[in-house]
């Protein structure tokens, strides 16, 4: 069985532009999170999303967004970018009844120019 | 606000001995709580779940033990090995897969 799928592995962007960042959940897991890690803040959550709804939210700010397919495929999106936004995105699927259990893909690594 | 703290912050050992891994909460009210492992520039593993009505998991050499009215938790490494070197993450459920981490043990064994 095929593991958490994020792409791209790594993006260099500069200050105010946008980003698009990809998951692919393990087989039939509905539910999707996303969370930040930085060397200063460490692993913060951003947003959750189970059959295509955001359940759950973080305190980051409206620049950053997400959304889940029918398929269970997720986005998150992040617009005018700032320096601060440099950091390891990873997104986790957990499989039906068992929200707890979270398996990690290896992350989207993001460096803001 | 729940504030998640491990300590050390980072820890090196001699192969084979047995270690403990130190993580603190500040509200008890959480469903369980998990230890990761990360590797660098990876994603992270679960190691240990423990659901908030019990004490201790055991995964073969990793026991995980867990007092809610203290606020604490504690890994438990017995005859460490280099593989083992990692970071190691403590991270407690608000609710549904809302975890809050701490800041994580950086573990390097040596050989």
């Known amino acids: 069985k095929a593991g958490v799928t994020q792409t791209p592995r790594y993006l260099i962007k500069t200050r105010g532009q946008q980003v698009t960042l990809s998951c692919s959940p393990i087989?039939?897991?509905?539910?999707v999170s996303w969370y930040q890690q930085t060397p200063g803040q460490g692993l913060q959550f951003l947003f959750e999303?189970?059959?295509?709804?955001?359940?759950n939210k973080g305190n980051f700010p409206g620049r950053f967004s997400g959304r889940q397919f029918s398929n269970s495929r997720s986005e998150m999106n992040v617009s005018t970018l700032e320096l601060g936004d440099s950091a390891l995105y990873l997104c986790?699927?957990?499989?039906?009844?068992?929200?707890?259990?979270?398996?990690f893909g290896s992350g989207t690594q993001l460096s803001v120019l | 606000k729940q504030e998640v703290t491990q300590i050390p912050a980072a820890l090196s050992v001699p192969e084979g001995e047995n270690l403990v891994l130190n993580c603190s909460f500040t509200?008890?009210?959480?469903?369980?709580l998990q230890w990761f492992r990360q590797d660098p520039g990876k994603g992270l593993t679960s190691l240990l779940l423990?659901?908030?009505?019990?004490r201790e998991q055991t995964s073969g050499r990793l026991n995980a033990s867990l007092d809610k009215s203290s606020g604490r938790s504690t890994l438990y490494i017995a005859a460490s090995q280099p593989g083992d070197s990692a970071t190691y993450l403590c991270?407690?459920?608000?609710?549904?897969?809302?975890?809050?981490f701490g800041a994580g043990t950086i573990l390097r064994v040596k050989s």
């Open positions: 999303y189970f059959s295509e709804t955001q359940r």
């Open positions: 087989s039939g897991h509905r539910s």
């Open positions: 423990i659901q908030s009505s019990q």
């Open positions: 991270a407690v459920v608000e609710y549904g897969n809302k975890l809050v």
């Open positions: 509200d008890s009210a959480i469903y369980n």
């Open positions: 986790a699927s957990s499989p039906p009844g068992q929200l707890e259990k979270l398996f």
